[in-house]
Nanobody, 121 residues
Framework: QVQLVESGGGLVQAGGSLRLSCAASGRTASTYTMAWFRQAPGNKREFVAG???????YYADSVKGRFTISRDNAKNTVYLQMMSLKPEDTAVYYC???????????????WGQGTQVTVPS
């Protein structure tokens, strides 16, 4: 069993930066593939970025070059550094975990409760 707790969301002006954190509990958490998804009102939940247990990464085209996912396995924590934020980045951001390779689908076993990121237009 893995529990995920996100933090770091908030209100930030367009062009600004924000760093999200996802703390994972469970003795095997460091071996899981981790990912960030987001869901804006009225939209489907969408993949943002993923990172394998060994550090391999994959990004959605919409955030490539602006967002960076990283992990600290000693702390069982995954981060999402977001830069050059845009109003269209406004969403609830969710952390997710699964055994196996990164996938952009919703096929993750564990999910956090989400943290709100708001970028006013």
């Amino acid at each position: 069993q893995v529990q995920l707790v996100e933090s770091g969301g908030g209100l930030v002006q367009a062009g600004g930066s924000l760093r999200l954190s996802c703390a994972a509990s469970g003795r095997t958490a460091s071996t899981y593939t981790m990912a960030w998804f987001r869901q804006a009102p009225g939209n489907k939940r969408e993949f943002v970025a993923g990172i394998s247990w060994s550090g391999g990464t994959y990004y959605a085209d919409s955030v490539k070059g602006r967002f960076t996912i990283s992990r600290d396995n000693a702390k069982n924590t995954v981060y999402l550094q977001m830069m050059s934020l845009k109003p269209e980045d406004t969403a609830v951001y969710y952390c997710a975990a699964r055994a196996g390779i990164i996938t952009t689908t919703l096929q993750y076993t564990y999910w956090g409760q989400g943290t709100q990121v708001t970028v006013p237009s």
